[in-house]
């Protein structure tokens, strides 16, 4: 016997080495010397740490991998068919980042091709799309398969005519291929440099390059026309764009903040900052005071720190001890914009990011240049005020369609024009009358890219849930009454600026005019995207009842970070989807769900892992009396679902509403939405909402 455990430990130990002589001569599942690979790095101008690498072939057929922490990754793609789609898709603060490339060759026989993920690279797959402005068009494979490799050579050389400047001042040859070089993303090259000087956009009017380290003035509109261009597809000519006036070396201006940032984020919330009562002569409700190595950030300009005229503590306070997780780290910081003042000082707009197991959260914060290194400022407004770029998915999901009457001077009157399913493209305005400075304040007038003339102006409404901010009151500049409190029924901050119809619901003949209907808040022709900047600046004027009703009190400006984008490029837009439960409150047949609501619970689905994920969602809903909402942010990443209950609401004059409950519907009466809000990487406000709005059965 003891013969036979020996032949049988042999035998045992013979198929042991055998199989792992297999493995090694095989590859052992990728690393052998017969396989192909492609290598490369997918970073923005930081890595992108464990990033999913997604690869699909001529053939439809895909492998995945991951990056590690410095950003590069390996695949295998013995034994696929190129042309290959590369796509990089990594959680980046409160946001996702999602960049591609294209392979036109696959590699020889146990050969590795370099082949990078950036932004750049992502430009240069829009470009050789069939409109110029749509990368994803090769997810489809049938496309993938019949790419054409002299349009992607094309599509490079315009992109190096356009960074010819930039690449010559970086130390890269003008022939400078983002995808084949080697490089690391550790900001010690050149090639990292420049992802971290170029920021790349795409929208309707195709690529958008602009160098972030040209430096503009802090004031006025178009002053960020010259350090951007804009390709369209691979054949236009373009002009190169400009030098930089901004040292390379002031993008690791925020190095120091970084370091001493991620002390204080290592500890736990509470550790952070202590929160207490506010003094009774103090404007605010609480005090924070930073503890432990958040007292220690020396970056903070803690004396001169303000923004929308709060404090450092009063705006960073609640960021640590409420907004950023647990066991969270800032990722380096992206420099948007850099700006020069009157007094010859620098600053820059930066986009601050953190990342944890939990979620993540991303803030746009203001910099400025000192003798003793770059500092965090703030905005410096004395307003709590600001605009922001929104863009509307609106499902109608109302029991009937939409009748034109029969009176009207309109070429469908009196026929069922069928429902409005929407997208709009819109600007926000947010003034919140209830913060700094802002008791006095009856009305604001905003003019800038993209409005009417003479501006629009935005006042306190008599309807519930409006405290918070001024609503909107007329597209002609034209103020108020002063002596009456409350100058608009208005719920809405929001300016139109473009919309269009999708799921081809709508049977009518001039869908924005129906669409637009009444609504001043809404541009008389849609608004041409190209006619509104990069950082496109707006002028507020401030009036106040002590100062006076036809004189402003205060004037400032702000910056919009995220230009808008045109209504038709919704369909490209990476939508959450509602739940049927959410979708049951929209259901008058659901009479438990369609009467009047203190709360509500509801859920959603991503469709793709690369989405960004939902940060807030709410219900709302309108009858001739009453218009009353509930919503809530989402904390924690992979959360999909929200329960809300309605808290106290005030009108704009501060008065408690009397009814206290979101009001029901019915097939003819009564309005109800439901929705979820997302943010793409460039800042984007995605607001996804069905609706049901009682129409007549006629």
């Known amino acids: ?83 290959f789609l590369l796509k990089a898709s990594g959680a980046t603060g409160d946001s996702v980042k999602e960049y591609a490339a294209l392979v036109t060759s696959a590699p020889t026989e146990g050969k590795t091709v370099v082949a990078n993920v950036t932004p750049l690279t992502h430009a240069l797959v829009t470009m050789v799309s069939s409109d110029g402005a749509s990368p994803n068009e090769f997810t489809d494979s049938s496309k993938l398969k019949t790419l054409d490799a002299s349009k992607l050579s094309a599509a490079l050389v315009n992109l190096q005519a356009a960074l010819k400047n930039v690449l010559v001042e970086t130390g890269l040859s003008e022939k400078f291929d983002p995808l084949t070089v080697r490089f690391k993303a550790d900001r010690t090259n050149p090639e990292d440099t420049l992802l971290d000087t170029i920021k790349v956009s795409v929208s309707e009017q195709g690529v958008t390059l602009h160098n972030a380290r040209v430096s503009v003035n802090d004031t006025g509109s178009a002053n960020t026309d010259a350090a951007t261009v804009t390709i369209k597809g691979t054949s236009n000519t373009l002009r190169p764009l400009p030098r930089s006036t901004v040292q390379a070396e002031d993008l690791k201006g925020l190095d120091t903040f970084v370091a001493q940032a991620n002390a204080c984020l290592a500890l736990a919330p509470s550790d952070r900052v202590s929160k207490g009562p506010g003094a009774a002569v103090s404007a605010f409700a609480n005090t924070y005071t930073f503890q432990g190595a958040c007292a220690e950030v020396t970056s903070f300009d803690k004396d001169s720190y303000k923004t929308n005229g709060y404090p450092l503590t009063h705006i960073w306070g609640p960021r640590l001890l409420n907004q950023i997780p647990a066991n969270s780290k800032l990722l380096p910081p992206e420099f948007l914009l850099f700006e020069s003042t009157r007094d010859q000082q620098t600053k820059a707009l930066v986009k601050l990011s953190s990342t944890s197991p939990t979620g993540g959260r991303t803030f746009v914060e203001h910099a400025v240049k000192t003798d003793a290194g770059w500092k965090i400022v703030g905005n410096q407004l004395n307003y709590d005020a600001g605009v922001s770029a929104l863009f509307y998915r ?87 009454d002063a002596n009456s409190k409350l100058q608009t029924r208005s719920t809405s901050k929001t300016w139109v600026l ?63 970070v995220t230009r808008p984008l045109a209504a038709s490029e919704g369909q490209k837009l ?21 009467d009047s609501l203190s709360s509500a619970s509801f859920s959603w689905t991503l469709p793709t892992a690369s989405m960004p994920e939902v940060i807030s969602a709410g219900i709302y809903g309108r009858n001739h009396t009453d218009a009353v909402g509930m919503g809530l942010g989402i904390g924690n990443r992979g959360n999909t679902s929200v329960k809300l209950s309605l808290s106290t609401q005030y009108n704009g004059a501060g008065v408690t509403c009397s009814y206290a409950k979101v009001p029901s519907f019915t097939a003819t009466m009564g309005y109800r939405e439901v929705g979820v809000q997302q943010k793409t990487d460039l800042g984007l406000i995605l607001q996804n909402l069905s609706y049901h709005e009682g129409r007549s059965p006629n």
């Open 574 to 594: 990476p939508w959450a989807v509602l739940n049927r439960d959410a979708l049951d409150y929209l259901d008058p047949a659901h009479l438990s769900k369609s």
């Open 394 to 480: 609106h499902k109608d999901l109302s029991t009937y369609g939409r009748t034109i009457l029969s009176a009207s001077n309109d070429p469908d009157a009196g026929k069922n024009i069928g429902k409005l399913d929407v997208f709009s493209s819109t600007l926000s305005f947010a003034f919140n009358p209830t913060g700094p400075n802002g008791h006095d304040v009856f009305a604001v007038r905003i003019k800038g890219p993209g409005l009417p003339p003479n501006g629009i102006v935005l006042a306190r409404s008599s309807t519930c849930g409006t405290d918070k901010f001024l609503t909107f009151y007329s597209n002609n500049g034209e103020l108020p």
């Open 498 to 560: 473009d919309a269009s119809t999708f799921d081809n619901a709508y049977k009518g003949s001039d869908f924005y005019k129906h669409w637009r209907g009444s609504s001043t808040n809404i541009s008389e022709e849609p608004v041409r995207m190209n006619e509104i900047p990069e950082f496109a600046t707006y002028s507020w004027e401030v009036f106040t009842l002590s100062g006076g009703s036809t004189v402003a009190a205060a004037k400032f400006t702000t910056r919009n």
């Open 1 to 83: 016997m003891s013969g036979n455990r020996s032949a049988s430990k042999l035998l045992y130990f013979s198929l042991s080495t055998l199989m792992l002589a297999a493995l090694v001569a095989c590859g052992g599942g990728g690393g052998g010397s017969n396989s192909s690979q492609l290598s490369g790095v997918a970073a923005y101008g930081a890595p992108m740490q464990g990033a999913s690498i997604t690869l699909t072939d001529a053939n439809g057929q895909s492998r995945t991998t991951n990056t590690s922490a410095d950003g590069s990754y390996t695949l295998d793609v013995t034994g696929l068919t190129a042309p």
